[in-house]
């Protein structure tokens, strides 16, 4: 079991940037799969960037492709994700998720393919 807790969301104007960080703790953050979902207002949940348990393969949803980086540091425990030029439509609770599966570039997971969540984090984006 890993625990999760995720942080770095706010409140920011279109084209702006925002860091989100999700720091694990409990059982072996490498072993794990890791994505970062978005419930926007009034829609569900969704997976808009994954990485692989090495790190070496991220993918992303087409809406976020060329401004949304993930990363994760193994050695801290940490996931990441960049968010640049920020939209409106960006605005959501992110939550960062860790899976058992193995993801690919046309397949990021839905919410049931996450066993771990953390507790989620407000991002809100002006225009």
């Known amino acids: 079991q890993v625990q999760l807790a995720d942080s770095g969301g706010g409140s920011v104007q279109a084209g702006g940037s925002l860091r989100l960080s999700c720091s694990a703790s409990g059982d072996t953050f490498r072993y794990y799969a890791m994505g970062w979902l978005r419930q926007a207002p009034g829609k569900e949940r969704e997976a808009v960037a994954a990485i692989s348990r090495s790190g070496y393969n991220a993918y992303y949803v087409d809406s976020v492709k060329g401004r949304f980086t993930i990363s994760r540091d193994n050695a801290k425990n940490t996931l990441y994700l960049q968010m640049n030029n920020l939209k409106p439509e960006d605005t959501g609770v992110y939550y960062c998720?860790?899976?058992?599966?193995?993801?690919?570039?046309?397949?990021?997971?839905?919410?049931?393919?996450?066993?771990?969540w953390g507790q989620g984090t407000r991002v809100t984006v002006s225009s």
């Open positions: 998720a860790a899976s058992n599966r193995d993801f690919g570039p046309r397949n990021l997971g839905s919410s049931r393919d996450y066993t771990y």
